[in-house]
Each structure stands twice: as C-alpha cells, then as structure tokens.
C-alpha cells in the first residue's frame, strides 16, 4: 500500500521535461491544455496520496485508532517505515498549504488594487490607460475584461506596434488564459517539480496569445518586433498585476520571438507521442494513487470488523 502512495510523489519529477518537450511540439493552444490538465491531475493525486499517508500514520496511535473505531490493528508496514513517511507528509501538506494561503492573498490583494485602477480611469473599449512613468501592459480578467497600458507603454511603442500589442492581450482575455495560470500555481504548490512546469504553462499561454494575435493582424514579424520592443522597455519596471493577469512581456521573450519570425508550420506525429507521454505518467498517477486510497480505506473496513481479516 506504501508503495502505491509513494508512486504519484515521484511521477511529477518527470513532468517538467515532457511539458518542454511537449510544448515545443505541440501547437501552443493544443499544449496549453495537454500541460495544465496533466499538471492539474499530478497534483490532485500528489495531495490525495500525502493524505492517505498522514492517515495512516494517525491510525498508529491508539487514541487516534478508538476515535477511528478500529477493533483490530490497521495492518501496515512497519513503524519505522510508516511513522516517519506520515510525519514528512504532515509537514509537506502543511508547508504547500501555508504557502498557498500567503499566495492566494497576495494575489488577490494584487487584483483588487489593479481592477480599482482600470475602473477609476475611463476606458475605449476594453483599453484602459494609466498614467505611470513605468512601461507595461497586461491583459486584466473580470467584468468586463481590460487591456491595461500605462502611457510609458504608448509611448516606447509606435502606432502598428501598439495594435499587435493590442492584439496579443485580447487573445489573452478571450481564450481565459488566466484560468490556466491560476490553476498552474495552485499545482504548483502541491509538488516542487510543478513549479517548473508552471513555468510551461505560462510560456504555453504566451505562445498560444502570439500565435492568435498573428492570425489576426496577417503579420508574424510585427507581432515579434511588438513583444521585443516591449520586453525591452519593461525589463526593469516594477509591475503590480498579479500573476494569473497574462503579459506579453512575461516569459522567454527571444525564444517567442524566434518562433514568430518562422512561419507557421504543420505538426508532426512525433508531437502526439511527446503529449501522449505526458498523459500516461498523469494517468499512471491516478491509477497508482486510486489503488493506494481504496487499499488504505479496505484496510480501515477490515480494522473496523466490517469485512473478515
């Protein structure tokens, strides 16, 4: 039973280089997806599976096992096997949600000062412009949603720049891709090697605005020249967006701009391999975790006297 819990604690490692691999190969819209989902379940199973562990240990204890209506002795590894793996687990669990919380609130705190911003300035459209000597621009989720631009921005940029700018941030706002970063950073904290792949999955999304605001202009080399232009002028302006609002300065920028001075081109067989990988270590997680929790709980029923030793 141990074993089959320790399973989806050691799946995510392998993660973050099937997620560059993936979106390397994949269509950036098409890997967007295949990285947040797969991300998304590694880390569900992560939790569930540090969740069994904590309770199995618990069940050690005596008090614990009458509150637990235990009649018999849970059958478990060994108390040196179990104990500690329990206590790791515990303080794990503690540290991702501690973590978690101190983001969560900065992160909102964060978007209510920006949504109080964009809605204290008059807006064209869904474009609000804030007067601010630093370069930036970021695409802002709500009701409605908004293009912000602080006037440093407008400035550093000329007119065609501007609207492929434009363009990027609208494709951020209409494909919801601050629901991936969201859900990125909360799986984030449930594995160390997540992090890295949430990493992924905000260059997947930045890809994915690219590759939409292209198509929509007709012109690759002024989306490029846009996004370079405009890294360049924010590369040392402090920016008080919160994380989950997307940017088109965010991310890898020569690496983005190195795929939009390429033309668009077909994906290869090998690219379903790549995203099929990603999948099977995700779906052998669940499968592994699923077995270690219905395992653990026939355990308790038989401990319980419910079903015969």
């Given at each position: 039973m141990t074993a089959l819990l320790l399973l989806p604690l050691v799946?995510?490692?392998?993660?973050?280089?099937l997620a560059r691999r993936a979106l390397d190969?994949?269509?950036p819209a098409t890997a967007l997806w295949v990285l947040t989902a797969s991300a998304l379940t590694l880390a569900g199973?992560?939790?569930?599976?540090?969740?069994?562990?904590?309770?199995?240990?618990?069940?050690?204890?005596?008090?614990?096992?009458a509150l637990g209506e235990l009649i018999h002795p849970l059958r478990t590894p060994a108390d040196y096997v179990v104990l500690p793996a329990a206590t790791a687990a515990t303080g794990v669990l503690t540290l991702s949600l501690w973590t978690l919380a101190r983001s969560a609130l900065r992160q909102v705190r964060a978007f209510r000062a920006a949504r109080a911003q964009a809605d204290r300035r008059p807006a064209a459209g869904d474009l609000c412009v804030v007067e601010s000597p630093h370069p930036d621009a970021y695409a802002l989720p709500?009701?409605?949603?908004?293009?912000?631009v602080t006037t440093a921005m407008l400035r550093t940029l000329g007119a065609g720049e501007r609207e492929a700018l434009f363009a990027h941030e609208r494709a951020h706002n209409r494909a919801g891709h601050h629901y991936f970063l969201a859900a990125a950073e909360l799986a984030a904290?449930?594995?160390?090697?997540?992090?890295a792949v949430h990493?992924?999955?905000?260059?997947?999304?930045?890809r994915a605005a690219d590759e939409a605001a292209a198509t929509a202009l007709g012109d690759r080399r002024l989306i490029a020249t846009a996004i370079a232009r405009a890294a360049l002028a924010s590369h040392s302006s402090p920016s008080a967006r919160p994380d989950f609002a997307p940017a088109a300065t965010t991310g890898p920028v020569p690496r983005r701009v190195a795929a939009l001075l390429q033309p668009a081109q077909g994906r290869p067989c090998a690219a379903r391999c790549t995203a099929l990988l990603l999948v099977v270590c995700a779906l052998l997680s669940v499968a592994a975790g699923t077995a270690g929790v219905v395992d653990f709980h026939h355990q308790v029923e038989i401990a319980q006297g419910e079903k015969g030793l």
């Open positions: 799946l995510p490692v392998l993660a973050p280089a190969r994949l269509a199973t992560c939790v569930a599976a540090l969740g069994a562990l904590v309770l199995t240990g618990l069940l050690r204890f005596p008090a614990l096992a709500g009701r409605p949603h908004r293009i912000v904290h449930c594995h160390p090697a997540l992090r990493d992924t999955i905000r260059l997947a999304a930045e």
